[in-house]
């Protein structure tokens, strides 16, 4: 069985500082890696997607990627009350197959 | 560009009363398809999806159905509501064989 596993938090930090969140999987064919944010009542929207080891940054937002220890995680700088939401990890291996969710992780940004 | 088009926004529905929600794709042609339930507080569910007219695949057993009439649509139907059916119902869409998937607005559904 396909897995995706993060910590559902609440994770909150402070306005300014770095916000972690972290995701394992457990399918070793996984190729694509994805972040979506998803606002409370809204629909998901995708921010980050990696697909090789090491970091991909965009603006203030860092992706990770170790295939080896099957751990992906975002980065985000300076965080910001509006980066409060819901973040999901998705894995996807190659084929016409659909992405494998997380359950997300709750981000609160602190005034 | 490609845009997805999910309606309606909001339902509120009778137990036991039917249910069709539908999703269309614009500005790509054979996409993937897909229908996901989030429950309050929960994760993504996802409950079918299409890689071509006709070709639907069932991630979960329920008394949920989906249909693919036409290539860029896509449809949820039931034929009697159950409580439990209530949820944030989202469509998404991905290019054939690509990788990261495009969601619908999403329709929230509530069985009273």
């Known amino acids: 069985q396909k897995e995706v596993e993060q910590n559902s938090g609440p994770l909150s930090v402070p306005e300014g500082a770095i916000a972690s969140l972290n995701c394992t999987y457990s399918?070793?064919?996984?190729?694509?890696f994805f972040w979506y944010r998803q606002y409370s009542g809204k629909s998901p929207e995708l921010i980050m997607s990696?697909?090789?080891?090491g970091d991909k940054e965009d603006g203030r937002f860092t992706a990770q990627l170790n295939k080896a220890s099957q751990y992906v995680s975002l980065l985000i700088r300076d965080s910001q009350p509006s980066d409060s939401a819901t973040y999901l990890c998705?894995?996807?291996?190659?084929?016409?197959?659909?992405?494998?969710f997380g359950k997300g992780t709750r981000l609160s940004v602190i005034a | 560009s490609q845009t997805i088009h999910q309606w309606p926004a909001t339902l509120v529905q009778p137990v036991g009363s039917p249910l069709s929600l539908e999703c269309t794709v614009e500005g790509t042609s054979n996409p993937n398809l897909y229908w996901y339930r989030q429950a309050a507080g929960r994760g993504l569910q996802l409950l079918f999806y299409?890689?071509?007219?006709?070709?639907i695949s069932s991630e979960v057993p329920q008394n949920l159905s989906a249909s693919r009439p036409q290539d860029r649509q896509f449809i949820l139907s039931s034929k009697k509501l159950l409580l439990s059916d209530s949820g944030f119902y989202l469509c998404a869409w991905s290019v054939i064989g690509g990788t990261e998937a495009f969601f619908g607005q999403g329709t929230r559904l509530t069985v009273v």
């Open positions: 299409s890689v071509g007219i006709g070709q």
């Open positions: 998705a894995v996807k291996v190659p084929g016409n197959t659909p992405l494998v």
């Open positions: 990696i697909y090789s080891n």
């Open positions: 399918d070793r064919g996984s190729q694509s």
